[in-house]
């Protein structure tokens, strides 16, 4: 394989990637609109959009594999390519968990809307948010935009946390509340995931371009 056929190649694996992301990203979007307006046919929308997001993911590993057996690229090639695979598989597990949310919000729709003590759409901002800023360091091979990622999952895991006591000191004092509310508690644990799954990214973005893991590592503010 000669140089410039190796680049069109790593070209068409980053552009594949920024497909699947938009993929995820537009699943995730689509089940917070389903919870905040109850509307079900936005519900089906995601779930009919989870077989395209696998065989996507499939595409992209498989090239990944093709490009490592026939050109063995070394250094920040190898390691681009090797961030490429993991980063398939989170954004996989994004549309994992919008098609998580979905589910829940159908079996939302059997109850009474009520009002509950969870900021949901905020807590989709930041996690969404988290994704957003990742993918954009990873376009633009910013190490130090994907470490300001790492910093916004404590809000996430504080919003996550709130939701919990909140809930479940709604479920104590309503009892009849408690289908809707654990339905919501798992929604916000599914957007906690969703961070997650953003972190994991932007660490992988780290190592692609300082080639430095990240992961278990203490972070500094």
């Given at each position: 394989m000669t140089r410039i056929k190796f680049q069109q190649n790593l070209d068409d694996l980053k552009e594949r990637l920024l497909i699947m992301a938009g993929m995820a990203e537009?699943?995730?979007?689509?089940?917070?609109?389903?919870?905040?307006?109850r509307d079900l046919s936005i519900c089906e929308l995601v779930f009919r959009s989870e077989p395209s997001i696998n065989r996507l993911e499939r595409e992209i590993d498989q090239l990944a594999l093709d490009l490592l057996a026939m050109e063995q690229p070394m250094a920040i090639d190898l390691r681009f390519i090797l961030s490429v695979i993991r980063i398939n598989a989170d954004l996989e597990r994004v549309g994992d968990q919008a098609v998580n949310?979905?589910?829940?919000?159908?079996?939302?729709?059997?109850?009474?809307?009520?009002?509950?003590?969870?900021?949901i759409p905020k807590l989709a901002s930041l996690a969404s948010a988290m994704v957003r800023k990742a993918l954009q360091a990873f376009i633009e091979a910013d190490a130090e935009l994907a470490q300001s990622v790492l910093l916004l999952d404590?809000?996430?895991?504080?919003?996550?946390?709130?939701?919990?006591?909140a809930l479940s000191s709604?479920?104590?004092?309503?009892p009849?509340?408690?289908?809707?509310?654990?339905?919501?508690?798992?929604?916000a644990r599914n957007l906690?995931?969703?961070?997650?799954?953003a972190t994991n990214i932007a660490e992988d973005v780290i190592f692609w371009v300082r080639g430095f893991d990240v992961r278990h590592h203490p972070r500094t503010d």
């Open positions: 537009q699943a995730i979007q689509r089940s917070i609109e389903a919870y905040s307006s949310i979905a589910i829940r919000v159908r079996e939302m729709g059997a109850f009474a809307n009520t009002d509950l003590p969870v900021d404590d809000q996430v895991d504080e919003m996550n946390d709130a939701a919990f006591y709604l479920i104590k004092e309503k009849e509340l408690t289908p809707q509310s654990l339905n919501a508690l798992i929604i906690e995931r969703v961070g997650d799954h």
